[in-house]
């Protein structure tokens, strides 16, 4: 399976950044073997599509676990179809910490995302104090048991170590491996043979010089990418770096 190798825009990015998203979309690599998307954020999303012309996925970072309501200033999944959005991420420990998420929400949200045929990016991982516990499987399980949507088509797993957002820090390969492979047992055990079907992408502090590795690793099928997608020149490496 070629890597995926999706950019989280977050709260960056203005019209001029536009630009960034037709180059990558101007690239091979868009074409070629390793797909890529951009979630910008909700306001480029939709000169976002129209620049990518269909070679760059376009997403939003998140949505409502409702289709539409008294709910100011939120947005909806069938709103990110009707753009012409194709994912949407779910859960990213960002909105879990700032808008005090719970896995119920997170679930909710990614109905909300499958009901609309958007496929579903779903954020778990565990905080620094989890990990050096040793407490990272029993998160991960938890997360899982409570976020997971009723099926697994459409759907993305994103491993993202709370603590190696944004700090230049990433678990050695072989904790990458061990959590990978966690998920997926989970995955299987829930869903069953569909389970194999889902892809797991890794998270966290990925770069152009530590992509390689880390797409190397066993079942990390892409990775979801902060700091480093926002120019086309970044994530264009971490695309060229795909085995
Ligand atoms: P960074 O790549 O900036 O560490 O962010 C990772 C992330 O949170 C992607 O969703």
Redesign the pocket.
Known sequence: MPALIVG?WKMNGLGEDIAEVAAMAGSSAAKGRSGIWIAPPFTLIDRAVIVSAGAVKIGGQDCHGNAKGAHTGCVSAPMLADLGAGFVIVG?SERRRDNGETDADVRAKAMAGRAAELEVIL?IGETRGQRDSGQTEAVLSSQLAGSLPDDAEGLIIAY?PVW???TGLTPTLGDVETAHAHIRSQIVARFGPAGHGVRILY????TPANAGDLLRVADVGGV?????SLTAQSLLAIAAAAP
């Open positions: 989280n990213h954020c993202e190696a957002i944004g998270g966290g502090s990925v979801l990418v902060g700091g480093a």
